[in-house]
């Protein structure tokens, strides 16, 4: 879930929205809403990011996530801006399960550790957004798509790790939104070269695409466009995953 703001007679209110290559937002909901509805549709966990990044949605930021996990059970990944151990702090104070390290990971690598240090590996998701480049190979941007950091995915990803990052989630920028399905073959380089979870992101427009991303290697599959514009939700493409081969509950 992405989190943008929208002003009303109330004062700034978050907002889901959608992205297309990580721009073109468009509006579907209210997070609590949404959120309850894909517990009831047993999603394992839930990803909730800040796009705005500003010093004005960050309490809004807080005021969601406290929301959310004082509503419903699943587990949230709360990201989009972090740049501090305390704020590290107040996310996990409201109820967040785990954080996402992106443009502040590269930054200041030592967060990871301290991070990890603290609260374990487990708590720690690394964020890879990424694009092809001409020569066939990847690199890491950072500030929303906006700075290529001239790293090869694997390259940071492997330090990360060594660091204390328990999982990695990579979004193919280029993807996103696109319904054109996932960046497998980095999927599979990053799944058989890393000894933690990755969680693939960017692409996903059938549930046949669930299926080969877990083919290629990854322990999890994120998405957003598709449950929210699509005639399809987590249920009905947890039953297609299944009927697929693949090893995933069908029931709480």
């Known amino acids: 879930m992405q989190l943008a703001l929208r002003q009303s007679f109330r004062g700034a209110q978050p907002v889901l929205v959608v992205t297309r290559k990580f721009s073109n937002r468009r509006a579907i909901g209210d997070p609590l809403s949404q959120a309850k509805i894909y517990e009831a549709q047993l999603a394992d966990e839930l990803i909730l990011v800040d796009l705005e990044r500003t010093q004005h949605s ?5 005021e969601t996530v406290e929301n959310v996990s004082d509503a419903l059970a699943t587990p949230l990944a709360v990201g989009g801006g972090l ?5 590290v702090q107040a996310l996990l104070d409201r109820g967040a399960d785990k954080v996402i390290l992106n443009t502040a990971a590269l930054d200041s690598p030592q967060l990871i550790d301290q991070v990890a240090s603290a609260y374990g590996a487990q708590c720690v998701v690394l964020s890879l957004d990424v694009r092809l ?3 066939n190979d990847w690199r890491v941007w950072t500030d929303s798509g906006r700075i290529d950091s001239g790293l090869h995915p694997l390259t940071w990803a492997e330090e990360a790790v060594k660091r204390g990052a328990g999982e990695v989630m990579v979004t193919s920028i280029d993807r996103d939104g696109s319904g054109s399905g996932l960046e497998l073959r980095l999927i599979s380089l990053l799944s058989e070269n890393l000894i933690v979870p990755v969680i693939a992101s960017g692409g996903c ?11 290629a290697g990854a322990s999890a599959v994120a998405a957003g466009t598709f449950f929210s514009q699509r005639d399809q939700n987590p249920m009905q493409c947890r039953s297609h995953i299944r009927n697929a081969g693949v090893s995933i509950r069908l029931e709480v």
């Not at 960050?58 to 807080?62: D, G, H």
């Not at 427009?205 to 083919?215: I, K, N, R, S």
Request: aromatic residues 16%.
């Open 133 to 135: 480049q001409s020569g």
């Open 83 to 87: 740049h501090s151990f305390d704020q």
């Open 205 to 215: 427009g059938l549930a046949q695409h669930f299926v080969e991303g877990y083919a």
């Open 58 to 62: 960050w309490p809004v930021l807080l």
